[in-house]
């Protein structure tokens, strides 16, 4: 086939008069199209552009072909001028493209078909297109490349049909992969090749699984143009270049040799420093920041003083930049231009040294003009503004703008991740507005299904949950947990923010009915409700104290029971004060911050009712990234986020609990009390493990201690807001009293398990190891158990 330059060089083949032959210009009396089938001819006169009775030159006729080629419709354009009767007629004659029918994928094996199709861009129905199908098979050849299949063959075949149609079909012969055997070096003097290459992502094959020596270009420019600098940046070495990389591959075996060649030049240390520019902030408060200071002497020595100059260390330079530009950004001086400079100088003895200088222009502070919100068409304004730290008329700080974005995130009413704030310039003296879009989600939601509980037997529930009633905030949740030994009907209301001020109220109410089948427990009714106050100490939005009483109203029907604890009708009066310090972001899967509550209640006694104790418990969570999979390090990058949790829980008892035997605490499963992951429920006791828990014998009020300790630490990874993986190691034990308080003895477990917000509501699934477990007799019996668990996981 012709391109448009070729057919343009054979632009006229003609039979014209060898006057009309010296004349550039010609008047055509008739145009005519032929070879053309599915084109309508006068759809091809149109794109020409060239009428009857016109004067017609040269250049008219090339962009006239070119017009035509451009349609995409045709492979070939000619042009003919000739006397016809005396009539001077110009003839197009076109050759039409076939008609794509489909396009195939004929061989992908090793990559999947799904990454294939996505390179191909042929649209069926249309006129084949010979470029189109070259660049889809360049790309499709740079994806195996990509992936490492060197060898891998792709051909495009057209293969035509009785309707003169065509199929493309792309054949593909992937080949072998390459596998690294080694990786050789070569100019390195400071550091070995296994110091090198064990600071690349990319390595040869080794024993273990992973070490499979996968080639990748992407992963290898990426070690040559930033792992490697940083690691010879870190030690002094900031002149370090590849000069060379060369992939070495045989053809026979598939395996291939990375050779580098490298100069990694002189190492340099830190000489002076200092900083200009500076105004808002002393230079004494600025060098706090600089990272090769010299240490003063610690206890015993420790941390001492450096004795000789400090080696230049690129990474913690610019570490230090970063804090620096964030010191600024968080005092409102997001105009400030901080300029590093390294400045390299040879001293006598040859040795190598940088000056350093931080060149600031710090300019003026930006104020807040305005805060708007977008996107809120059912959430009220008031609701998320309750969430944002910055307001018009303070000084902008970055730190408050990153705080408010996730206190939105964690309202759990919006689309996630939220779109980043933006802040646009509101006037010349720099001043800003800053913008939070947030795109709503639905909240309320119906749930329903079976339920199973230990000695309850099976049964259903349904639920009703809102955690934005209305699009006021306010939370409402209708929990009724019903079947022939269950009848468990239980109702909350919350409003964060009481007539509009800060103190927030919380009513919940509940109705239940259990018959057990195991052991003791028998028949237990109990109705009651709480009334809870939270207010916001000294105006923090992240510390709460929070006043409840409670009261409740039990029944016990049990042979056993009765005989030990006499309730017929007892009631329980309690008023509780608890302290409230959560800090966590990211939730229901929190990726950092921390939880501390601690709780005091006084039951009964002067309060009226049976019994007569107090109650104390302490939780707290702590949560610190590790690092992330896929996305980016940027505000409101969705990848995957490694994180580690430490949990810590405590609870005492003290005086005398009468009948409410319940208000002791109980440990093992997950279901009921204190959760101890890979043991049965009720099965940790103040006697020691219970191996008759998982039995007929289960639940008996022995089961009840009045203290306990756990400890929970994990490894999670958070896939999305709706899906978490993790391991985790659990620890716990429970004791008949405060004084017996040991938690030097506690039983283990250890496993995996995964979290998912469903439509149903929070679903919980767990699978453990329990260490310390025994059998009837007393001997060890460690096993795995599986876990289920329903509700919030906070």
């Not at 550039?24 to 552009?49: F, H, K, N, P, Q």
């Not at 060149?359 to 304004?381: L, Q, Y």
């Not at 008996?700 to 899906?723: H, K, M, N, P, W």
Request: negative net charge; charged residues 20%; proline residues 4%.
């Amino acid at each position: 086939m012709k391109s448009v330059t070729a057919i343009a060089a054979l632009l006229l083949v003609t039979t014209v008069s060898a006057n009309a032959q010296q004349d550039a210009c010609a008047v055509v009396d008739s145009v005519v199209i032929e070879g053309a089938v599915r084109l309508d001819d006068r759809t091809i006169l149109s794109r020409a552009g060239i009428a009857p009775g016109e004067l017609i030159c040269r250049t008219d006729n090339q962009r006239a072909i070119e017009s035509i080629y451009g349609t995409g419709q045709v492979s070939d354009v000619r042009v003919f001028q000739s006397n016809i009767n005396g009539r001077s007629v110009l003839i197009f004659e076109v050759d039409e493209r076939p008609m794509l029918a489909r396009w195939e994928v004929r061989g992908p094996e090793k990559l999947s078909e799904r990454s294939v199709r996505g390179r191909v861009r042929l649209l069926e129905g249309r006129p084949y297109d010979p470029a189109a199908a070259a660049r889809s098979r360049a790309s499709i050849d740079s994806l195996y490349k990509d992936e490492g299949y060197y060898f891998s063959e792709i051909d495009v075949r057209v293969e035509p049909r009785d309707d003169g149609s065509v199929v493309a079909v792309f054949d593909i012969a992937e080949g072998r992969r390459i596998a690294l055997s080694q990786v050789i070096v070569d100019g390195n003097e400071e550091f070995s090749d296994g110091d090198v290459v064990g600071r690349m992502s990319t390595g040869p094959e080794g024993f273990w699984w992973w070490n499979n020596g996968e080639y990748n270009d992407d992963v290898v420019d990426r070690d040559l143009r930033e792992r490697l600098p940083d690691y010879y940046g870190s030690e002094g070495f900031i002149d370090f270049r590849v000069l060379r990389d060369t992939l070495v591959v045989n053809e026979e075996t598939g395996k291939g040799s990375l050779l580098l060649n490298v100069d990694e030049g002189r190492q340099y240390s830190v000489g002076t420093f200092d900083i200009v520019g500076n105004r808002h902030f002393s230079t004494e408060q600025l060098q706090t920041l600089y990272p090769f200071g010299r240490r003063q002497s610690g206890f015993l020595g420790l941390g001492g003083m450096r004795t000789g100059p400090a080696t230049f260390d690129h990474g913690a330079w610019r570490d230090a930049v970063d804090q620096l530009n964030q010191l600024y950004a968080n005092n409102g001086y997001i105009y400030a231009r901080v300029t590093p400079q390294v400045i390299r100088r040879s001293d006598d003895d040859s040795a190598r040294t940088v000056d350093l200088r931080w060149e600031i222009a710090e300019g003026a502070p930006a104020i807040v003009n305005k805060v708007v919100i977008s996107g809120n068409n059912v959430t009220h304004e008031n609701v998320i503004r309750r969430a944002i730290s910055v307001v018009p008329g303070d000084v902008f700080r970055q730190d408050a703008l990153v705080q408010s974005y996730q206190s939105i995130s964690n309202l759990g009413y919006f689309e996630q991740p939220l779109p980043v704030p933006r802040t646009e310039q509101a006037n010349q003296q720099g001043d800003i507005d800053i913008i939070f879009q947030v795109q709503e989600r639905h909240t309320g939601s119906v749930q329903f299904g079976a339920s199973v509980g230990q000695g309850v037997g099976v049964g259903g529930f349904i639920g009703f949950e809102d955690p934005n009633m209305f699009g006021r905030g306010k939370q409402v949740n209708l929990n009724w947990q019903f079947g022939r030994r269950i009848n468990d009907l239980r109702l909350s209301y919350t409003d964060p923010a009481l007539r509009g001020s800060l103190i927030s109220g919380t009513i919940s109410l509940h109705n239940s009915r259990l018959r057990y089948t195991v052991a003791d427990l028998g028949r237990i009714n109990t109705r009651g409700g709480s009334l809870q106050f939270g207010f916001p100490v000294m105006g923090s939005r992240y510390t709460r104290v929070m006043t409840t009483y409670s009261l409740e109203q039990s029944e016990y029907d049990s042979p056993t029971l009765s005989s030990r604890y006499f309730c017929r009708n007892c009631i329980l009066s309690s008023i509780g004060l608890s302290l409230v310090r959560d800090t966590r972001i990211g939730l229901p899967f929190a990726t950092a911050g921390t939880m501390h509550q601690l709780s005091v209640t006084q039951n009964g006694g002067p309060l009226g009712g049976t019994g007569n104790f107090r109650r104390a418990t302490f939780e707290g969570r702590w949560y610190a990234p590790l690092g992330q999979i896929g996305g980016s390090a940027d505000l409101g990058s969705q990848g995957i986020q490694i994180v580690l949790g430490l949990t810590a829980k405590s609870g005492f008892v003290w005086g005398d609990v009468g009948p409410h035997f319940r208000q002791l605490f109980s440990m093992g499963g997950t279901q009921f009390g204190i959760p101890l992951r890979g043991y049965d429920e009720f099965s940790i006791t103040p006697g020691g493990f219970d191996a008759r828990a998982s039995g007929y014998y289960a639940s008996t009020v022995d089961a009840f201690g009045a203290a306990y300790q756990t400890f929970t630490g994990e490894i999670g990874a958070r896939i999305s807001q709706a899906l978490y993986f993790s391991t985790f190691i659990d620890a716990g034990n429970v004791w008949q009293s405060p004084g017996e308080f040991n938690p030097t003895r506690l039983f283990r477990g250890a496993g995996v398990g995964v979290s998912l917000l469903s439509p149903l509501g929070p679903i919980g699934i767990d699978y453990a190891y329990g260490f310390d477990r025994r059998d009837l007799l007393g001997n060890r019996d460690p096993g795995w158990k599986f876990h289920f668990k329903l509700g919030m996981m906070q």
